[in-house]
């Protein structure tokens, strides 16, 4: 078994080896043929398969987005400004939660949006000093004529 396996491989190297001679190049490989014009459909067999152009075809119309009295949410939100910011004395404290990282305030503003605040975060006309279990303090922007004060939000309990 040993000597016709040795054979074998022997004579199948030998022919593969016999098209190496080294004296003429292998020949070039047949180039595709070039359709004259391609298909009008471009799913059809045989149909060209062309590279993307993206300088072709119509042009698209801007976007715009149609808010229909909601709030638009490509425009981010400002808590800070005081164009249309909210005025803390018109908010209102809807819950306090505790957990290991520190207590949270709930705040709903007049326009019925809530906020989740931190001490030191900022709403409207007013930043949070200090929240509690049952209120949260803010320190409000000094106004013409006045000074700087502090406005304290009361959590009500039904």
């Known amino acids: 078994m040993t000597k016709r396996r040795w054979m074998i491989g022997g004579l199948t190297g030998a ?17 595709p043929p070039t359709p004259a ?3 009008a459909t471009p799913g059809a067999p045989g149909a060209a398969v062309r590279p993307l152009d993206p300088g072709a075809g119509r042009e ?33 404290l809807v819950g306090i939660v505790r957990s290991s990282q520190g207590a ?24 949070v000093t200090g929240i509690t ?12 004529g006045q000074g700087p004060t502090s406005v304290t939000l009361r959590l009500v309990l039904d």
């Open 60 to 92: 698209l119309p801007p976007l715009a987005y149609d808010a229909k009295g909601r709030r638009d949410p490509f425009v981010p939100i400002s808590l800070t400004g005081e164009s249309k910011g909210i005025n803390v004395t018109a908010a209102k």
């Open 37 to 39: 014009a391609a298909p």
């Open 15 to 31: 022919a593969l080896l016999g098209g190496c001679s080294g004296t003429e190049p292998p020949p070039a490989p047949p180039k």
């Open 133 to 144: 279990a049952t209120t949260v303090t803010f320190a409000v922007a000094a106004q013409p």
């Open 104 to 127: 949270l305030a709930l705040v709903e503003g007049p326009d019925g949006v809530g906020y989740i605040l931190r001490s030191g975060d900022g709403l409207g006309n007013g930043r």
